[in-house]
Nanobody, 115 residues
Framework: QVQLVESGGGLVQPGGSLRLSCAAS????????MGWYRQAPGKQRELVAR???????NYADSVKGRFTISRDNAKNTVYLQMNSLKPEDTAVYYC?????????WGQGTQVTVSS
């Protein structure tokens, strides 16, 4: 059974940093591409960053240069380092993996950027 558990969210001031973690189980983690998405109130869920099984990355234009996605295959964990946070980054952040054409999601972790 595929499970994704996010952690690391919280309240941070504009310009601050947070690191999100997503621990995966039930899959051979190193074989799968992983993604971070976010959903702000009243908005659709959007892709923030993805990392392939080989370590290639891509980012939404809104976070390029500020966020970094990485993975530790020994720990079955994907990370999202978020720097220079802005109020518009406020959202629930979700981890995602697609297995056999089915998408799996974690429970989400709230990130609030506010002074």
């Amino acid at each position: 059974q595929v499970q994704l558990v996010e952690s690391g969210g919280g309240l941070v001031q504009p310009g601050g940093s947070l690191r999100l973690s997503c621990a995966a189980s039930g899959i051979i983690f190193r074989l799968y591409d992983m993604g971070w998405y976010r959903q702000a109130p009243g908005k659709q869920r959007e892709l923030v960053a993805r990392i392939t099984s080989g370590g290639s990355t891509n980012y939404a234009d809104s976070v390029k240069g500020r966020f970094t996605i990485s993975r530790d295959n020994a720990k079955n964990t994907v990370y999202l380092q978020m720097n220079s946070l802005k109020p518009e980054d406020t959202a629930v952040y979700y981890c995602n993996v697609n297995v056999d054409f089915k998408g799996y999601w974690g429970q989400g972790t709230q990130v609030t950027v506010s002074s």
